[in-house]
Antibody, heavy 118, light 109 residues
Framework: QVQLVQSGSELKKPGASVKLSCKASGYTFTRYPIHWVRQAPGQGLEWMGCINTNTGNPIYAQAFTGRFVFSLDTSVSTTYLQISSLKAEDTAIYYC???????????WGQGTLVTVSS | QSALTQPPSASGSPGQSVTISCTGTSSDVGGYNYVSWFQQHPGKAPKLMIYEVSKRPSGVPDRFSGSKSGNTASLTVSGLQAEDEADYYCASYAGGSNVFGTGTRVTVL
């Protein structure tokens, strides 16, 4: 079955960097883009952007340009989100999600909690 | 890209219906038939309930239905059940990007 498995929780100090992973299985990895979604504590969902898993081309939402970088390694069906110069306001759960297909199939990772605190 | 506007809360008794609105612009909701609805229970990842305005993925009960008129999309949950109590988010394609709604907490009284 289609599954996305994300890396574990991270605790980082302000100014540090973090790289999250999202490993896909159960389908052809390069067929569907992967989206990243942020959810701050007690807040709603924010679309951060997506990466074309066939070409590697990323698209970033306006609020997520500069410190946020999507990348991928097709050899292990894995997408990455790197966040640099971490701030307290980056504290959130970060989800990866596969693009919805024509039959309504999609998949979400379990989420990775990133806590930024001194 | 501004978030789509949803009411903060909605409620209904078991067996009743509740409808949640999702208002955007002609650049997102009104411009494309790519509106999705997600259900999120506390501590869980979102779950797709409706895609392409009104289509239901396999396994989603037919109590859930979606529609769109102009710049506003709607999700209706008929025959409310206790397990429908959750947060609901709409999302829309916006021409090269995507945007979520502000979220609605549905309470089953």
């Amino acid at each position: 079955q289609v599954q996305l498995v994300q890396s574990g929780s991270e605790l980082k100090k302000p100014g540090a960097s973090v790289k999250l992973s999202c490993k896909a299985s159960g389908y052809t990895f390069t067929r569907y883009p992967i989206h990243w979604v942020r959810q701050a504590p007690g807040q709603g969902l924010e679309w951060m952007g997506c990466i074309n898993t066939n070409t590697g081309n990323p698209i970033y939402a306006q609020a997520f340009t500069g410190r946020f970088v999507f990348s991928l390694d097709t050899s292990v069906s894995t997408t990455y989100l790197q966040i640099s110069s971490l701030k307290a306001e980056d504290t959130a759960i970060y989800y990866c999600a596969r693009e919805i297909d024509t039959d309504g199939g999609d998949s979400w990772g379990q989420g990775t909690l990133v806590t930024v605190s001194s | 890209q501004s978030a789509l506007t949803q009411p903060p809360s909605a409620s209904g008794s078991p067996g009743q219906s509740v409808t949640i609105s999702c208002t955007g612009t002609s650049s997102d909701v009104g411009g494309y038939n790519y509106v999705s609805w997600f259900q999120q229970h506390p501590g869980k990842a979102p779950k797709l309930m409706i895609y392409e305005v009104s289509k239901r993925p396999s396994g989603v009960p037919d109590r859930f239905s979606g529609s769109k008129s102009g710049n506003t999309a709607s999700l209706t949950v008929s025959g409310l059940q206790a397990e429908d109590e959750a947060d609901y988010y709409c999302a829309s394609y916006a021409g090269g990007s995507n945007v979520f709604g502000t979220g609605t907490r549905v309470t089953v009284l």
